[in-house]
Every structure is written in C-alpha cells, then in structure tokens.
C-alpha cells in the first residue's frame, strides 16, 4: 500500500513539473517593463479571459412553454386569496338598537318610547323649533348640498357667516368650517404636524385625535392620562434628549373634556408647561364647546385662561350645537394655512348649508338662553348624587362633566368579561326600565387603553323624573349583575 502512494506522488510531481515548465518555456526570457513573465502569469491572464467571456453570456433560461389547462386549473384551485379584512371574531360582532324617531332626551327603539342617555344631545336643542325654523328656510333659499368643496364653488354665504359668527362668539379672529366633525381633527393635526415634528398626546384621547396624528407622520410621545405630573416630565425629556428639538415644530394635543374618561383637562396648568418648555396647544372642545364655562365659551371660560393662549382650537358640532360639521378657530394665518393645506376642507365637499344656518341660530339661542346650561348643571349634579352609592360601579368623571362615566370597582383579568358585565347592565336598565345607555365598547382601530365603562350622556332637554328614573335603574341593574363580580 505505501508504494502504490509513493508512486501516485511521484507522478503527481512530474506531471506538475512538466505543466510548469511547458508554460514557462515560451516565456522564461520574456521581460515586460522590467517585470519577469513567468507561466503562472499566462495562466492567471487565461483565467481572467474566461472569466469576462462567462459572464458576457447570458444566463441560461429553460425554453418558454404556455401552460396546458390542467396545468392552470390545478394552480387555480391551489392558489387561496389573502383576506382584505382581518377575521371576525365574535368580539366585533355587534348589532346597536336602531332608533325609529330622533336621538332626543326621548326615543323610540323597536317601537318602545326610552329615555336617551346615548346621544351628546348637551342642550336639548335636537329638534328645537327655532333650528327647524333655521333649517327650513335655508333648504328652501339653498337646497340641499353644496355639490363642491370651498375652494370650488362650494363656499355659500352662510357658510362665512356661520365662520365669522363662531369667531365672534368664542372671541378669536378667525374661524374655519369642516364638513364632518372627526374630519376636522384629522385634517388639522396633518396641516400642521409633519414627519419629524414632536407631538406630545395624552394617551386618553378619542380616535379622531388618533387618526390625524398618525396621518401627520410625527414623532408621537403619550403621556399619563390628564396626569400634569406626568406631562411635565414628558416635556422635559423630550426637550433635554432631543438635541434638535428647539428647531422642531412641537405640540401639546390634549380634549377639553375626554370622551374616554368624562375627565376635565387642567388648561391653566397645561398653559404654565406650554409656556415654559415652548411648545404650541391644539385643544379639542367638542364635547366642551358650549356646555364649560358660565356662558358656554368652553374650556378657556371654564379655566379663565385668555382664548388667545391656545394655538389651535377644533370642536365638533354635532354635540351641542346639534347640527353636524366642525370648526377650527385662532388667528387669522392658522386659519389661513388650513385652506390651501387642509385635506378635509380642500377636497370634501363643503357644509349644507342648512346645517351651518341651523349652527348659527344654536349659538343665538345659547347666547339668548344661558340658563339652559344652568339646566345642564344641574342634571348633571342629580344623577352623580343619585349614582353616588352604585354597587360595584364608580364616577370617574369630572363633576361638571356631561360625560357620566362609570367604571367597574374591580375590574376582571379580561376585558372581554369587563366589557360583557357593562353590557349586561345596559341591556337590563333598557329592558327593564326603558333607559338607554352605551357601553364604552372601542372599534379594532381605537388604541386607547383607558379603562372601558358606561358613558351616559346627560342632556338639559332631561326632565327630573328621567334623570331620578335613570339613576335608581342602574342601581338595580348593577346589583343584580354584578353581586357576584367582588
């Protein structure tokens, strides 16, 4: 065995001699400035040449031949189609009662008169006949539609009257309408926050203020829910990590009232932190507009905070007002910059013109008439102390608040079980007694993840024998529901 691999060896070596000296024959005198040519440069020059010629070729494809119909029909019944929803669960499955009359302090479900704590009917002015008057008269001067955004022969007269008369009444310069009230958060926030802009949100808010920042494509910082302690940190990391923040545009975005919560923003202390680490305020006043303040002028009336102080303001209107629609009021450029760069006002058509003449006769009516928020108050203050003592419930909205929200004392490891025991009470207090109240149920897109509750909606145009009615069917409801639930 060894001298069969001392044979292969020696072969091996000659036959390397042999290759080598064949190649550097022709070329052992061979000098090319200056540098020796030896065989091993022939072989690396050959090399590359084979190189550049392999990859010169183009690569090789497998002829093309159509599929047979088999061929196509086993494809087709292979291929399954991704899904352009995410599945249903039962969760999302949910079939509201249908009102069959309007959403007053009284309604009719399934042929039943109830009495209505679901609707952000504040003032009761759903269906007053001064806003019907309003409205008749402007369908029959403008019709129905627009049939055109503002900046395309949509803008209609009343459409600048109701502007300038908002103005007037909050006290600001200016005033911009929107044609639906959640588009008016999320065109706003998008006209003035771009990417790389700091946004300092509290993490409460409701999902209009949701969409719009994520549309704005800003930096997003969430602070604890109306928690000053909380946002004052926040300010100060962001300002003191960041070295470029002083050259960023940067926001405070806070509701004056939380839809999620029922809970009052602290607007004079939010100001103070405003000021001192030098950001701007957007102030959501929908569910504040009209109902905060000793004539209505919302959250700064209600803090004695100057309207001047705060940057931006939007509201919805269809809560107080009872009409539909939104509005965005402050200085004369902020509202300027919205018409040539906010996308809900540019492209969507305008306001019917009834609903802003029905917007301008409910702001004459909450001048003319303050003692219906005098009303308002005080519904409010009977069903918190008619609800005081609630077993297994507790207020933790803002004792001004129209916003009545309860939340479970002890709540369970799921939502799903908190959600379903809410649920159970609301279907009870309507069966029972004729008291219609909503669960604080979120959509799949809301990320607020405040704790869910019974929002009741209290309304002026609620005599006292609905709010006392209301208050001792909750009672009952819960007790019965949740006696077990300790």
């Excluded at 999320?186 to 990417?195: E, L, R, V, Y």
């Excluded at 959501?284 to 507009?289: A, G, K, P, Y």
Aim: hydrophobic fraction near 40%; charged fraction near 25%.
């Amino acid at each position: 065995m060894t001298n069969v691999m001392e044979s292969v060896l020696e072969l091996a070596n000659a036959t390397v001699d042999w290759v080598t000296l064949a190649f550097n024959a022709p070329f052992a005198r061979a000098v090319v400035f200056g540098v020796h040519i030896g065989g091993h440069l022939f072989v690396e020059g050959l090399l590359l040449v084979v190189i550049l010629f392999l990859l010169s070729q183009k690569s090789y494809k497998p002829p093309k031949r159509p599929l047979t119909k088999k061929e196509i029909d086993e494809l087709c019944d292979e291929w399954v189609p991704e899904s352009l929803i995410p599945p249903i669960t039962e969760e999302m499955k949910s079939e509201p009662p249908v009102l069959e009359s309007a959403a007053g302090p009284h309604t009719v479900i399934n042929g039943k008169e109830v009495v209505n704590f679901a609707s952000a009917n504040y003032l009761g002015l759903l269906g007053h006949e001064k806003l019907l008057e309003s409205c008749t008269s402007s369908l029959e001067k403008y019709g129905v539609g627009s049939c055109g955004p503002r900046g395309f022969y949509g803008t209609i007269d009343v459409h600048l009257d109701c502007e300038a008369r908002i103005a007037k009444f909050l006290g600001t310069p200016d005033s911009i309408l929107y044609s639906y009230g959640l588009s008016t958060m999320f065109s706003a926030i998008p006209a003035f926050c771009k990417k790389g802009d700091i946004i300092v949100v509290d993490e409460g808010v409701h999902w209009g203020i949701q969409n719009g920042l994520y549309l704005s494509r800003s930096t997003i910082v969430y602070f604890k829910h109306n928690d000053m302690e909380s946002l004052q940190s926040t300010l100060k990391k962001v300002t003191l990590d960041n070295k470029r923040a002083k050259k960023l545009r940067r926001y405070i975005v806070v509701e004056a009232i939380y839809q999620n919560s029922g809970q009052i923003a602290p607007l004079d202390e939010i100001i103070r932190l405003k000021e001192k680490y030098r950001f701007r305020v957007l102030l959501d006043e929908s569910n504040s507009f009209g109902v905060l303040g000793k004539s209505g002028r919302g959250l700064t009336e209600h803090c004695g905070v100057p309207v001047g102080k705060i940057d931006i303001i939007t509201a919805s209107m269809g809560h107080a007002l009872a009409t539909e629609g939104g509005f965005c009021t402050g200085n004369a450029r902020v509202i300027d910059h919205q018409r040539l760069s906010s996308s809900g006002y540019v492209f969507s058509a305008s306001l019917p013109p009834y609903l802003a003449s029905a917007a301008i006769t409910a702001i004459d009516i909450i001048e003319e008439n303050p003692d219906v928020i005098t009303k308002l108050k005080k519904n409010i203050a009977m069903l918190r102390k008619g609800l005081s003592e609630i077993q297994g419930l507790e207020i933790v909205s803002d004792a001004e608040s129209p916003i009545v929200y309860l939340r479970l004392r002890h709540a369970t490891s799921s939502l799903k079980e908190d959600l379903q025991l809410l649920k159970d009470i609301a279907d009870r207090v309507l069966k029972e007694d004729s008291i219609f109240v909503v669960t604080s149920k979120r959509s799949t897109l809301d990320k607020c993840h405040l704790p869910v509750g019974i929002r009741l909606f209290v309304s002026a145009g609620h005599s006292e024998s609905d709010v006392l009615k209301a208050s001792e069917s909750l009672k009952r409801a819960a007790a019965a529901v949740l006696a077990g639930n300790k």
